[in-house]
């Protein structure tokens, strides 16, 4: 025979059981939700990086690293670089969790990629006039196909961002140091970054061995 203490322990068990529910409940709309902008555009959750040193090592990338976009730069007809752009895993996840657009990364930055120049582009060899006025002793970028890799992190603001030092290493031995500066990271409508513009400043430049120091402006890529 059920008591009334029976019946009143039964009573705050549904109780507890509907109120678990909700909870439940409540936290699947909240990711759902998370995952959406105000203007309820869905971004797709960064991957983490398969291929790291596909195209070397990262030095400084202890951190968890995530692609967050693979946008292509351009100096008019002389190069073309194709970016593997690379973020932290915890802070790209924590944006697209907030809606917010890659393109508005903030956190640590690296980059990979590959630079095809078309045509021969000899710095200034301490001018500091930019392309086209070197000299002999200027820093040479052959023709040819280079990869990048970062030797240095770099950090990016809200889509602005820097990476001190990028080197392009190409046949023959020859090796350029460059500094990423004024970088911007430009969105597309799925949220990832389409495309970047930044200057592309030459520090040091190795032939066979044989370091020569760059000074120049350097020159300025975009989509």
């Known amino acids: 025979m059920e008591t009334k203490n029976d019946s009143k322990v039964k009573y705050w068990l549904a109780k507890g059981i509907q109120v678990v529910g909700l909870i439940a409940l409540s936290f699947a709309v909240l990711i759902s939700c998370q995952k959406k902008n105000d203007s309820g555009s869905v971004y797709a959750t960064p991957a983490p990086v398969s291929n790291a040193g596909l195209l070397g090592t990262c030095a400084g990338c202890t951190f968890a690293q995530v692609q967050i976009g693979t946008p292509t730069s351009r100096y008019g007809s002389y190069l073309?670089?194709?970016?593997?752009?690379?973020?932290?895993?915890?802070?790209?996840?924590?944006?697209?969790?907030y809606g917010t657009s890659?393109?508005?990364?903030?956190?640590?930055?690296?980059?990979?990629?590959?630079?095809?120049?078309?045509?021969p582009i000899t710095f200034g060899g301490g001018y500091g006039y930019g392309i086209g006025y070197g000299t002999a002793y200027g820093c040479q970028l052959a023709a040819g196909q280079?990869?990048?890799?970062?030797?240095?992190v770099g950090q990016s603001s809200s889509g602005s961002?820097?990476?001190?030092?990028?080197?392009?290493?190409?046949?023959?031995?020859?090796r350029i140091v460059f500094s990423l500066t004024t970088g911007v990271l430009i969105g597309s409508g799925t949220g990832t970054v389409a495309s970047l513009g930044a200057q592309l400043v030459p520090v040091a430049a190795i032939y066979n061995g044989q370091q020569i120091a760059c000074s120049d402006v350097g020159i300025y890529v975009s989509n």
Do not use: C, H, K
Not at 146 to 152: A, R
């Open 146 to 152: 280079y990869q990048l890799n970062t030797l240095q």
């Open 102 to 119: 890659l393109s508005n990364y903030t956190g640590q930055i690296a980059a990979r990629g590959v630079m095809q120049v078309a045509s």
């Open 161 to 174: 961002f820097s990476i001190p030092q990028i080197e392009a290493v190409g046949v023959n031995g020859v």
């Open 80 to 97: 073309t670089i194709q970016w593997d752009l690379i973020g932290d895993q915890a802070a790209a996840q924590t944006a697209v969790a």
